[in-house]
T-cell receptor
Framework: EAGVVQSPRYKIIEKKQPVAFWCNPI?????LYWYRQNLGQGPELLIR????????DSQLPKDRFSAERLKGVDSTLKIQPAELGDSAVYLC??????????????FGSGTRLTVV | GENVEQHPSTLSVQEGDSAVIKCTYS??????FPWYKQELGKRPQLIID?????GEKKDQRIAVTLNKTAKHFSLHITETQPEDSAVYFC??????????????FGKGTHLIIQP
């Protein structure tokens, strides 16, 4: 099994430019999460999807960040325009949630974004 | 929202000794507490987890204890080895229809195993 696949692995952009990250969750996982991990810190949740519905986007800076999961499988996270402070690793995770149980919570390798 | 505090930020121990990392959480509704190990440039990997209906869980050299009353939980690694060197994160999940949802992480502990 491929696990949670993210691309690109690294991205360097100039400030004010747009950038997009892609995530392919583990097959069958209905729940998808985007996290941001700043250097030397723990991951911080940005948004959580159950199937195609964003059920928790309270930590997503909506003025410049957007996300979608149109068919309840792959997801993209976009930043437009990027700022210097957006430099971080963006991690995607997925799990299978059934009722009160949650299985197989797995992280991808992340996309390391550098804004210059 | 939930707040997770983790200590120490750096821990250096001699190979073969034990290491203990401690976390506290703020939301009494949290019911799931995983621990992740992250090596430099790699993804967080789940090493052990505990649910709020259990006080202790052990897996070979790794154990986790949970005190719901005090709202703190700890990771214990015995007989440490060089490959245990990494950053360790604790996390907590706020109950939302049950199960583990978005995780709130601590700031991490850099564990250094001295040969």
């Amino acid at each position: 099994e491929a696990g949670v696949v993210q691309s690109p692995r690294y991205k360097i952009i100039e400030k004010k430019q747009p950038v997009a990250f892609w995530c392919n969750p583990i097959s069958g996982h209905n729940t998808l999460y985007w996290y941001r991990q700043n250097l030397g810190q723990g991951p911080e949740l940005l948004i959580r999807y159950e199937n195609e519905e964003a059920v928790d986007d309270s930590q997503l800076p909506k003025d410049r960040f957007s996300a979608e999961r149109l068919k309840g499988v792959d997801s993209t996270l976009k930043i437009q325009p990027a700022e210097l402070g957006d430099s971080a690793v963006y991690l995607c995770a997925s799990s299978y949630r059934a009722g009160v149980a949650n299985y197989g919570y797995t992280f991808g390798s992340g996309t390391r974004l550098t804004v210059v | 929202g939930e707040n997770v505090e983790q200590h120490p930020s750096t821990l250096s121990v001699q190979e073969g000794d034990s290491a203990v990392i401690k976390c506290t959480y703020s939301d009494s509704a949290s019911n799931y507490f995983p621990w992740y190990k992250q090596e430099l440039g790699k993804r967080p990997q789940l090493i052990i987890d505990i649910r709020s209906n259990v006080g202790e869980k052990k897996d070979q050299r790794i154990a986790v204890t949970l005190n719901k009353t005090a709202k703190h939980f700890s990771l214990h690694i015995t007989e440490t080895q060089p490959e245990d060197s990494a950053v360790y994160f604790c996390a907590a999940s706020i109950r939302s229809g049950g199960g583990a949802d978005g995780l709130t992480f601590g700031k991490g502990t850099h564990l250094i195993i001295q040969p």
